[in-house]
């Protein structure tokens, strides 16, 4: 290769150059993500699933009082508080979410089970308020843990 060939391959003149670089500012700029782009936030989305659950825990605690009325009074203690908890969380979920009791179909409910339940949340949401950096929120969850441990033992009492 000549030298005179390297030399005039590697010279632009100013308007490339210049339209080159402003090329280049429009594609740039044309892949920035805009303000109306949502961005997933996992702290959202662990809440519904908590609340999600809440809403199963309810729906089946509402089914095994159709099945042993003799259950009524304590459930309706787990059904009141869950309420509360939902209401309590639901300003940490995404605007306009709601998340429903799960379309899965109705298995064989026990109150064992459910009293299972209630320890695993206490235990599940303690966790997740000890890892979020929001001071309010892990307040609120950790409150939540608390009172489903007192689920899980109140309704103990009533497992044959």
């Given at each position: 290769?000549?030298?005179?060939?390297?030399?005039?391959?590697?010279?632009?003149?100013?308007?490339?150059?210049?339209?080159?670089?402003?090329?280049?500012?429009?594609?740039?700029?044309?892949?920035?993500?805009?303000?109306?782009?949502?961005?997933?936030?996992?702290?959202a989305g662990e809440i519904e699933k908590i609340v999600k659950?809440?809403?199963?825990?309810?729906?089946?605690?509402?089914?095994?009082?159709?099945?042993?009325?003799?259950?009524?009074?304590?459930?309706?203690?787990?059904?009141d508080q869950n309420l509360l908890h939902i209401e309590g969380?639901?300003?940490?979920?995404?605007?306009?979410?709601?998340?429903?009791?799960?379309?899965?179909?109705?298995?064989?409910?026990?109150?064992?089970?459910?009293?299972?339940?209630?320890?695993?949340?206490?235990?599940?949401?303690?966790?997740?308020?000890?890892?979020?950096?929001?001071?309010?929120?892990?307040?609120?969850?950790?409150?939540?843990?608390?009172?489903?441990?007192?689920?899980?033992?109140?309704?103990?009492?009533?497992?044959?």
């Open positions: 290769m000549s030298k005179s060939v390297a030399a005039t391959s590697l010279v632009l003149n100013r308007r490339t150059f210049l339209a080159g670089i402003s090329s280049t500012a429009v594609l740039v700029s044309s892949c920035s993500v805009s303000s109306e782009t949502p961005i997933a936030d996992p702290i659950a809440k809403r199963d825990l309810i729906s089946d605690a509402t089914g095994l009082i159709s099945s042993d009325p003799s259950l009524s009074s304590p459930l309706q203690i787990v059904i969380l639901s300003p940490y979920l995404p605007a306009g979410s709601s998340p429903s009791a799960s379309a899965i179909p109705a298995q064989e409910l026990s109150l064992a089970a459910l009293v299972t339940r209630c320890a695993v949340f206490s235990t599940n949401n303690l966790n997740t308020a000890s890892a979020i950096s929001d001071a309010e929120l892990s307040r609120v969850l950790a409150l939540i843990a608390g009172s489903e441990m007192q689920h899980h033992v109140l309704l103990t009492g009533f497992v044959a």
